[in-house]
């Protein structure tokens, strides 16, 4: 093949030829799909609206473009005489388009499917996710059952440059949890299901013997046997085919792992470091027990290759923690998983936690985390962005909780996240069933279909002061973590040590007021919302009490801890994950 064959080659592939046909003026709909074109790379060459058939065929022959696109949203009848001259004078071209699209509403595509002739149809409102198919050759037909990607990475990056939309649901029937995914799938906006078990589930579906049957179905859907989970893996084989993913579990967290990868396919795992154990009445495992299982449960999803989820940073400040605390705490994280040898680590920055946070320097926080984890990307480790609306943000009044959602997703938007967790607006008056999450979808739908590709500034000074100084501050309590380290056993690298991870707590170097009379942490902190940020405050002063500050009153109070030894502050394991 010479090189002009094939340029023109290349040429076509990437060009669109649309038009509104007839007496047709509707170009709305049009224009819609050419900007979807427009960023995955194909050129489009719109003839505008009521253009005859005559010019269409001509510009085919001009341009050679590999997909023609005629629109007509008029009355039904009159399309049929326009479709047939159009067809008479396409058979005699030498080159076609390898593929012809039809839009129109449902009574003109009727129409139009009579003459089956076309690759595809749009009666408007379609999922991004049909569009994005078609133009990436993977279209569907009603011969040809087409699905996406069916794991989270293939999936992530077959629907860009839109994110995932991910959103909680479990019934406390199976049945009907069985008949909502079917329905919440059939939707097609949701990409990925969140399976709520039932407590009963995630602390004792390995032991039977201890599960309290008058709490079946308390929290979510009771899984009992095997066969429930694969009940629900082949209800969400339809419509756009939804991933699934489930909570880690509080115990047999391995156990669990394997059973969800074997029935379900878990999309990734969501598996905390201080949290889901007795210190929060989440599960019967006490907290250093718990933080070593959760690091073995860690490095066996590692083996299987299954991204994996730190969901720890948002539980602090559910309890209102101090921001730097939950900042230092989502680096942390990363730091963790980088070190067990994570591929993919899914970080979920929960936004509007604490409520009362404005949403400047709410988003200034989420920046400081993103920024320490980006320090530690590299081939070998990547991050997923997952943003999502806090639940204690939204008000009991539905109308305003939609309200809370919308705004909420646009600020969410500046951090460019990979998946957006939609938390359904019902949440604060009951759990959501699957017309609210289907609501909610498309609330947060428009959202990005409006705000994406806008050229919106969000990021100003105080905005970059505030993530500036939680990152230095994230970065002090990150460097104390290997001094935690000098009395204990063996070599073990200080930031994947369970008795290390578990001084931090026991010491009250991360801590958050709810925890008061908690027997595993202190609970002696006090935080304020100062301008809109979460601190820690010093009661006897009235004032802010800078964290690092705080930290070494700790330090006097158990002065064999030597915090802020010197010769610990650089050593081997803060440099490996590049601290800066």
């Not at 939309?165 to 939707?187: Q, S, V, W, Y």
């Not at 040898?341 to 920046?367: E, I, R, S, W």
Request: hydrophobic residues 40%; contains cysteine.
């Amino acid at each position: 093949m010479g090189k002009v064959q094939k340029e023109l080659k290349i040429h076509k592939k990437k060009l669109i030829l649309t038009a509104c046909i007839g007496q047709c003026v509707h170009v709305a709909g049009t224009y819609n799909f050419i900007q979807i074109a427009k960023q995955l790379g194909y050129k489009n060459h719109f003839l505008g609206p009521a253009t005859p058939i005559s010019d269409v065929i001509n510009k085919i022959k001009e341009l050679n473009p590999n997909i023609v696109g005629l629109s007509y949203r008029l009355t039904p009848k009159t399309v049929v005489p326009l479709l047939e001259e159009f067809f008479n004078k396409y058979h005699n071209l030498y080159e076609r388009p390898n593929k012809l699209f039809f839009a129109g509403t449902p009574e003109v595509v009727k129409e139009a499917r009579k003459f089956e002739r076309f690759d595809q149809y749009f009666i408007g409102g379609e999922p991004k996710y049909e569009i994005l198919s078609v133009l990436r050759n993977r279209s569907e037909s009603s011969k040809k059952i087409f699905h996406p990607p069916m794991d989270l990475i293939s999936r992530i990056e077959w629907k860009k440059p839109y994110p995932l939309l991910r959103a909680h649901f479990g019934l406390p029937n199976l049945n009907e949890t069985i008949d909502g995914i079917k329905e919440i799938a059939e939707a097609k906006i949701l990409d990925v299901v969140s399976i709520a078990p039932d407590q009963n589930t995630q602390s004792h579906y390995f032991h039977p013997e201890a599960q309290n049957k008058d709490l079946d179905g308390a929290g979510g859907v009771p899984l009992r046997v095997r066969d429930d989970f694969k009940s629900l893996n082949k209800a969400r084989m339809r419509g756009n085919f939804p991933l699934l993913r489930i909570y880690a579990g509080t115990r047999d967290f391995i156990k669990m792992g394997k059973l969800f990868q074997e029935t379900i396919k878990n999309a990734w795992a969501a598996i905390p470091i201080f949290w889901f154990n007795q210190m929060d009445s989440r599960g019967p495992l006490p907290l250093k027990q718990s933080i070593l299982q959760h690091l073995e449960a860690i490095k066996w999803h590692v083996t299987k290759n299954i991204p994996v989820e730190i969901n720890d940073p948002h539980h602090w400040s559910l309890r209102d923690a101090s921001d730097a605390i939950t900042v230092a705490d989502m680096y942390l994280c990363g730091i963790i998983a980088k070190k067990l040898g994570v591929k993919n680590f899914v970080a979920q920055y929960m936004f509007n936690t604490p409520p009362a946070l404005t949403l400047d320097m709410d988003l200034a926080k989420m920046l400081a985390k993103n920024e320490l984890l980006n320090t530690l990307i590299d081939k070998n480790f990547s991050v997923i962005k997952q943003v999502r609306t806090g639940i204690a943000s939204f008000p009991l009044d539905l109308d305003k909780a939609k309200g809370q959602l919308a705004a909420a997703t646009m600020v969410q938007l500046a951090l460019k996240p990979d998946i957006i967790h939609v938390v359904s607006y019902s949440e604060a008056d009951h759990a959501a069933n699957p017309k609210d999450i289907i609501e909610s979808c498309k609330i947060v739908h428009q959202v990005i279909n409006q705000a994406l590709f806008s050229n919106l500034k969000y990021i100003n000074k105080s905005i970059v002061k505030r993530r500036d100084q939680l990152i230095k501050q994230a970065q002090e309590i990150i460097r104390i973590i290997p001094n935690l380290a000098i009395d204990s056993e063996g070599t073990q690298d200080p930031y994947t040590n369970p008795d290390v991870l578990y001084k931090l707590v026991e010491y009250g170097i991360f801590d958050a007021p709810h925890l008061k009379n908690n027997k595993f942490t202190k609970g002696k902190i006090k935080t304020r919302i100062v301008k809109g940020s979460c601190y820690s405050w010093d009661p006897i002063r009235d004032k802010v009490y800078e964290e690092i500050a705080r930290i070494k009153d700790i330090d006097n109070i158990y002065s064999e801890l030597n915090l802020f030894k010197s010769n610990y502050m650089e050593n081997k394991f803060l440099k490996e994950v590049s601290i800066k």
